[in-house]
């Protein structure tokens, strides 16, 4: 069925950068795309873009375009997204989300990432 | 400000039932299927309904979902307890090439 697992939390100073890594196992890593989706205290849901392994083909939310990159390694089967010049409001849990495009839905879902943004 | 509208709560007694409405428009839920996630506080998001309209397997047929036109709907019926979390409903929007979330539905059982 697939696992995802995602690095620790991690606390970083405004205008730093943070990486977040997500493994993947248990399925053909390049038949898939990776989602990163962010819930910030008290808020939702909020999809932040997504990488389509088989060409690395990227979409990104308009909110974080610029800031955000999203890669993955196929020799490691592991996905990243790069996030930079945090501020306060970037303070969340990331999570990756395994993601079938033609329907467009994430079936699997690491357990989240806290990235919490302070001085 | 979501790009899909969902109701804030939900609520219900145990054994009843409760729906879940999802609006958007015709560059998102009207072109292109919904999805349906369950979240649970510090937990991962899970898959309930996907292709507007069907179950992954594990999943209790309870849950179902319907669409049309730009809107779509999650149902619960014979609510439990555990049935307790926020609901997601999620496309991809052909306008902003991006994929997008209603803001999310509280379901309490009463």
């Known amino acids: 069925q697939g696992l995802l697992v995602q690095s620790g939390a991690e606390v970083k100073k405004p205008g730093a950068s943070v990486k977040v890594s997500c493994k993947a196992s248990?399925?053909?890593?390049?038949?898939?795309?990776v989602s990163w989706v962010r819930q910030a205290p008290g808020q939702g849901l909020e999809w932040l873009g997504w990488i389509a392994i088989y060409n690395f083909k990227t979409n990104y939310a308009q909110k974080v375009q610029g800031r955000v990159t999203m890669t993955a390694d196929t020799s490691t089967n592991i996905a990243y997204m790069e996030l930079g010049s945090l501020t306060s409001d970037d303070t969340a849990v990331y999570y990756c989300?395994?993601?079938?495009?033609?329907?467009?839905?994430?079936?699997?879902w690491g357990r989240g990432t806290q990235i919490t943004v302070s001085s | 400000q979501s790009v899909l509208t969902q109701p804030p709560s939900v609520s219900a007694a145990p054994g009843q039932r409760v729906t879940i409405s999802c609006s958007g428009s015709?560059?998102?839920?009207?072109?292109?299927?919904v999805s349906w996630y369950q979240h649970l506080p510090g937990t991962a998001p899970k898959l309930l309904i996907y292709?507007?309209?069907v179950r992954p397997s594990g999943i209790p047929d309870r849950f179902s979902g319907s669409k049309s036109g730009t809107s779509a709907t999650l149902g619960i019926t014979g609510l439990q307890t555990g049935d307790e979390a926020d609901y997601y409903c999620?496309?991809?929007?052909?306008?902003?090439?991006?994929?997008?979330f209603g803001g999310g539905t509280k379901v309490t059982v009463l």
């Open positions: 292709e507007d309209n």
């Open positions: 015709s560059s998102n839920i009207g072109h292109n299927y």
């Open positions: 999620g496309a991809w929007d052909s306008n902003l090439s991006a994929g997008v």
């Open positions: 248990g399925y053909t890593f390049t038949r898939y795309g």
């Open positions: 989300a395994r993601t079938f495009e033609y329907y467009w839905y994430f079936d699997l």
